[in-house]
């Protein structure tokens, strides 16, 4: 059996998938390459318009994954750093972190 983190959040809402926020292109792409380096599934994505930071890039994650990404994030220099976004089944991205 496989496990899987799920975060619930007031309101009952439950999320698997986290992602992590840049204004920067660049600064998302060397996100990208150090949380890889962990052997940490990641995807590239757009940033959804929903969390209300402008357009762009992000990384997106397993909730399970949430503390190996602020790691990274402690770990590296991400001045362009906006924040970590839950995505809770069909509602609005929640800010985390």
């Known amino acids: 059996m496989r496990y899987v ?3 619930t959040i007031p309101g009952g809402s439950k999320m698997r998938e986290i992602f992590v926020a840049f204004r920067s292109r660049s600064e998302s792409m060397t996100f990208y390459d150090n949380i890889i380096s962990y052997r940490t599934p990641a995807k590239i994505i757009n ?5 209300g930071v402008g357009c762009g890039l992000s990384v997106k994650l397993l909730m399970r994954d949430l503390s190996r990404a602020k790691l990274v994030l402690s770990r590296g220099n991400y001045p362009s750093f906006i924040g970590i976004y839950g995505l809770p089944e069909g509602k609005r991205p929640v800010k985390l972190e």
């Open 47 to 51: 940033t959804p318009k929903e969390a």
């Open 5 to 7: 983190s799920i975060y």
